[in-house]
């Protein structure tokens, strides 16, 4: 059995064991504000801190370092943010910085037993750091050493293979452009990225299903929906600023369905803190100082984890029951016949599918599936909204396909107010793979960079996420460089992930912030510092942007306006371009110096490689502007049967043991991916602490626990079980027999081995674990005080 670690001592600040209160009912509004103005001031101070709002996702600004989720074309607010928004924000524009002396001060060993909220707290990183072999502490290395003892070791490899290029979804347009670049002329398709943790299963499942592996919707249309189904998702902690577009979705009539496990805040009621979006002031000063929010959600579906397939499914049954009764009243036949594939074999297994099946492996009742059904076919305009509460199952895939074949029975795709809408995670994850960060380039995109820069790309396909994990803990993969992200705490079995990490030569983090990943190395190890999106990026021709790609395939430009952190932080291009030097010398074509003394000259090549760039650099000083989606603008499906799919796939329920229950991994509102900026979750009523396990009042009862008790997890996957200790329980309204924990916390219990059909991404929203009392209370105790990750 694999046991989760601990690193040791407890940070000061964190005293005593998690406290439960009531949660927030309503989402944003007076708290927000409270909350964004508390870490400005405590980070940056209001000086700088009003001046970066002001240019937080602004045209002539830079694009937030948070979600994806899109700003409007035109008529942006003054303030054009949310709460996660400030808290990202001030977390890179913090006036505390960490230089040589920290890491003199701190060995990595005693750095390994703080919490990951404690690192974050302790500032910027402003000088590149090497870690040597046998060393115990980080020290000072100037850029090009560091750029050349990389090199070094890429060549002393004994394939180009034993490298791997990791990207987070924070790198811009440009970066991962050169980064992909840089891979590939070195020899390697190796390129992991975090969409393969998280929409991965979308990619896959759209692009089978339609011709396209992203979303079909635009902002407005929003505005022109009747009917909007958001499955497996959280705005109000995960895209907080969703919430605007889906009140005013509601202003204009629209009704609101949510399938989710737990009944969230964001659900609930909103209370926008924008006074902009108010005409009568004195209706903005009411609600924000009486907290009167605009309910959203008008129909909750509290489906099982990991049975939205099965209620989609019951939807559609009573759909198509129903179109029997009354004929064309339901379908769009006309669609169907002109647009569609395989409708009649599909209308077959969902007619043939029973009820007990689908109510089963849903976890609701008929009537409830009934209502559901009730408002999918009063509604003639759809949008089906998704994030990882879908992507993240083994049948991730074929359920978003299920999702998309309920869009497909009414049309809901190539017209304003319908279509499919999985909402990113990260600012320019989707941009990112439009660049080409993918282990399997395809043969056009091939072509195209080959003959740009003049060499031969390789063919033989990378590692996906998972696969790089492995292999490095097989010893195949023996240097890893991560742009961006946090590595460790955002993948699987963690102890496994962490051993694969320790058996590499090198491992290299290009980062703005100190984080675990930098704690558990390989023998020889590197922290480069860069830039952040808020600073100004000025190289030898002048002041640089960037671009970046958002959750509706719109590319904006993006603007540093700050004062670096330090004069020795080097930009996210320039570091690639640092490094590729040295390691390809006279192999490289590529005039490296001259691409990073003007981005314009990066833009152009994209231009001649990436389908939708044309005319790159004027059409991004002009405006914003939209890549071609042939689903969403003309109707056409660019898959080899060249109309939408209606996909058939089987329900495939989960069969739990007696005392075994469904867990799921969830965000904190005081956290973006894994970084943690505090230890409150004040919409699920958590506070000073992280490791809670979310229980049915019902089954804490049943299980002969208590609220507050203290447990331990263990999961299962066929022979495997990893064990979690120390949780405490807590009451929440969500399904029977499913229960909810944080991640990172919680990844110790995926196994590696565990991942989605089609797609590998890990599947860390169904697993199956049991729950025991713990025994040990002392150590218990101190456990939870620490709040550790490991």
Same mark, same amino acid.
């Given at each position: 059995m694999k046991q989760d670690q601990s690193f040791g001592a407890e940070p000061?600040? /964190?005293?005593? $064991?998690?406290?439960? %209160?009531?949660?927030?009912? !309503?989402?944003?509004?007076?708290?927000? +504000?409270? /909350?964004?103005? $508390?870490?400005?001031? %405590?980070?940056?101070?209001? !000086?700088?801190?009003?001046?970066?709002? +002001?240019?937080?996702?602004? $045209?002539?600004?830079?694009?937030?370092?948070?979600?994806?989720?899109?700003?409007?074309?035109?008529d942006r607010h003054l303030f054009e943010f949310c709460e996660n928004g400030v808290k990202a924000l001030t977390s890179e524009a913090t006036k505390k910085h960490i230089g040589p002396e920290f890491f003199r001060e701190h060995s990595i060993t005693d750095l390994q037993k703080q919490t990951d909220n404690w690192l974050e707290l302790q500032g910027r990183l402003v000088h590149p750091m090497v870690k040597g072999e046998g060393a115990t502490h980080y020290e000072p290395i100037e850029w090009n050493d560091a750029f050349q003892l990389m090199a070094r070791e890429l060549n002393a490899l004994p394939t180009p293979n034993a490298a791997a290029f990791y990207t987070s979804g924070r790198t811009s347009n440009e970066a991962a452009f050169l980064y992909q670049l840089f891979a590939r002329q070195f020899g390697t398709n190796n390129l992991p990225d975090c969409s393969n943790m998280c929409h991965e299963s979308s990619g896959v499942a759209l692009k089978e299903s339609i011709g396209i592996g992203k979303g079909c919707v635009k902002l407005e249309d929003f505005e022109h929906a009747d009917g909007i189904f958001i499955i497996g998702q959280n705005p109000g902690t995960n895209h907080p600023r969703m919430m605007t577009t889906l009140e005013r979705a509601k202003e204009n009539g629209a009704t609101i369905v949510a399938i989710n496990p737990i009944r969230e805040t964001g659900f609930i009621s909103v209370v926008n803190p924008n006074p902009q979006e108010y005409r009568n002031p004195l209706k903005f000063a009411a609600k924000m100082l009486f907290n009167q929010g605009t309910p959203l959600a008008d129909f909750w579906l509290p489906v099982r984890i990991n049975g939205d397939m099965a209620a989609t499914r019951g939807i559609m049954k009573e759909m198509l029951a129903e179109e029997e009764r009354r004929p064309g009243a339901v379908l769009d036949r006309q669609f169907i016949e002109q647009f569609t594939t395989g409708f009649e074999t599909f209308a077959a297994q969902v007619r043939a599918t029973p009820w007990d099946q689908i109510l089963e492996a849903s976890g609701l009742t008929r009537e409830q599936i009934r209502a559901a059904a009730e408002i999918a076919m009063r509604c003639k305009r759809i949008i089906c909204c998704w994030a990882m509460g879908l992507t993240q199952h083994k049948n991730a895939v074929a359920t978003i396909q299920e999702v998309m074949n309920f869009l497909l029975l009414g049309g809901n795709i190539g017209r304003p107010g319908a279509g499919p809408c999985p909402v990113r995670g990260h600012s320019n994850v989707q941009g990112d793979r439009t660049m080409g960060i993918w282990e399997r380039m395809s043969d056009a995109f091939r072509e195209k960079l080959g003959r740009e820069f003049e060499f031969t790309p390789p063919r033989e396909h990378g590692t996906n996420t998972v696969e790089t994990i492995k292999q490095m803990y097989d010893g195949k993969i023996r240097f890893f460089l991560g742009m961006g992200g946090n590595f460790l705490a955002a993948t699987p079995d963690t102890e496994y992930t962490a051993k694969a990490l320790q058996k590499c030569r090198v491992t290299a983090h290009v980062s703005t912030k100190l984080n675990r990943a930098h704690l558990i190395t390989g023998e020889i190890a590197l922290i480069l510092p860069c830039l952040g999106r808020s600073e100004i990026d000025r190289q030898r021709s002048g002041e640089q942007f960037v671009t970046v790609e958002d959750s509706m395939g719109i590319i904006n430009s993006s603007r540093g306006h700050a004062k670096p952190a330090s004069e020795r932080l080097l930009s996210e291009p320039a570091i690639v371009a640092g490094l590729a030097k040295p390691t390809l010398g006279s192999r490289s074509t590529v005039d490296w110096d001259a691409l990073i003394a003007n981005y314009d000259r990066i833009r152009d090549h994209i231009e001649h490689v990436v389908p939708g760039f044309e005319d790159f650099n004027a059409r991004i000083r002009e405006d914003v502007f939209y890549l071609p989606n042939d689903a969403r603008d003309r109707r056409k499906f660019n898959n080899p049967e060249g109309k939408a799919k209606f996909i058939v796939s089987e329900l495939t329920p989960h069969q739990l043991e007696p005392g075994q229950f469904l867990m799921t991994t969830v965000r904190s509102h005081d956290q973006f991916n894994t970084t943690i900026y505090g230890l409150n979750d004040r919409y699920r009523g958590v506070y000073n602490g992280r490791r809670v396990i979310f229980m049915n009042a019902d089954d804490i009862k049943a299980a002969g626990l208590q609220q507050g008790q203290l447990v331990d997890l263990t999961s299962y996957y066929k022979d495997e079980t990893h064990l979690a200790r120390y949780f405490m329980v807590a009451p929440i309204e969500?399904?029977?027999?499913?229960?909810?924990?944080?991640?990172?916390?919680?990844?110790?219990?995926?196994?590696?081995?565990?991942?989605?059909?089609?797609?590998?991404?890990?599947?860390?929203?169904?697993?199956?674990?049991s729950i025991a009392p713990s025994i040990d209370t002392a150590t218990a105790v101190d456990r939870i005080r620490r709040d550790a990750v490991l």
């Open positions: 000061p600040e /964190e005293k005593a $064991k998690p406290k439960l %209160r009531a949660p927030d009912r !309503v989402a944003a509004g007076m708290h927000a +504000l409270a /909350e964004s103005l $508390k870490f400005t001031a %405590r980070e940056t101070g209001f !000086v700088r801190g009003i001046s970066d709002w +002001l240019k937080i996702n602004k $045209k002539d600004g830079f694009d937030c370092q948070s979600c994806a989720w899109p700003s409007p074309d035109e969500i399904a029977r027999g499913c229960t909810a924990t944080y991640f990172p916390e919680a990844n110790v219990l995926i196994s590696i081995n565990n991942s989605a059909d089609g797609s590998n991404t890990p599947v860390s929203k169904s697993v199956v674990i």
